[in-house]
């Protein structure tokens, strides 16, 4: 989590402003506008530095959890698409059906008249 913390904080700083960040902005200049405090930041680096850990360490939870959530989804998903095909597998192997599980079909020899009656006793 420390390199995607320190990854954010990097961005954050030093990315774009039209996605929120600060365009490499002085970090006592941030640290003003997040606590609306002057003056004060430029004497404490190390709690400004801090200061933008715990907003970026917010962001990365955040981003964890939600790619979590979407990887859930992704899985339940996939798990339900499967569900019929399984569950139609195993009826056809309880049933013993004779042209499931079959190694091969004899097409040529298959009599459809016949194929029917049998089907439908």
């Keep these: 989590m420390f390199l995607v913390d320190a990854a954010l904080v990097y961005v954050y700083v030093h990315g774009p402003r039209l996605l929120g960040c600060w365009e490499g902005a002085k970090r006592a200049t941030i640290c ?68 499931i599980g079959a190694s091969r079909l004899a097409l040529v020899g298959l009599d459809p008249g016949r194929f029917a009656l049998e089907t439908l006793e």
Aim: aromatic letters at 6%; charged letters at 20%; one cysteine or more.
């Design 32 to 99: 003003n506008h997040l606590t609306n405090v002057e003056e004060v930041w430029d004497h404490l680096p190390e709690q400004c530095d801090e200061l933008l850990r715990r907003k970026c360490h917010a962001y990365t939870t955040v981003l964890c959890l939600s790619a979590s959530l979407f990887v859930a989804y992704r899985l339940l998903s996939i798990a339900l698409s499967l569900l019929p095909s399984v569950v139609a597998r195993q009826a056809h192997a309880e049933h013993g059906h004779r042209l």
